[in-house]
């Protein structure tokens, strides 16, 4: 069991920054691969990024490639998400993932564990 808690989330202008990070409890942090993914209102939860078991591994959704960095910390069971040059489009609830064995990175059946979520909002 892995339980996942995120924070970070809130309200900020076009064009500056938010910095989430998700802790997780229980077994093996280190054997899983960490994702965020997120979920804007009427739409359906979408990839945002992942870093693999190997903590080297990333890929990032096009919409955001070049603007978020994902980084994980095995010692202190964290996955960090630092955003950058955010936009209204931004806007949406995010939620950190873990999958033992994760293949497709954008299916969220991939993912076994899921935490609470925390909500970005974007305004212009």
């Known amino acids: 069991q892995l339980q996942l808690v995120e924070s970070g989330g809130g309200s900020v202008q076009e064009g500056t920054s938010l910095r989430l990070s998700c802790v997780a409890s229980?077994?093996?942090?280190?054997?899983?691969?960490m994702g965020w993914f997120r979920q804007a209102p009427g739409e359906d939860r979408k990839f945002v990024a992942i870093?693999?078991?190997?903590?080297?591994?990333?890929y990032y959704s096009d919409s955001v490639k070049g603007r978020f960095t994902i980084s994980r910390d095995n010692a202190k069971n964290t996955v960090t998400l630092q955003m950058n040059a955010l936009t209204p489009e931004d806007t949406a609830v995010y939620f950190c993932?873990?999958?033992?064995?994760?293949?497709?990175?954008?299916?969220?059946?991939?993912?076994?564990?899921w935490g609470q979520g925390t909500q970005v909002t974007v305004s212009s």
């Open positions: 993932a873990a999958g033992e064995s994760v293949n497709v990175v954008t299916w969220t059946s991939e993912y076994a564990y």
């Open positions: 870093v693999e078991r190997d903590d080297v591994t990333t």
């Open positions: 229980g077994r093996s942090f280190s054997s899983y691969d």
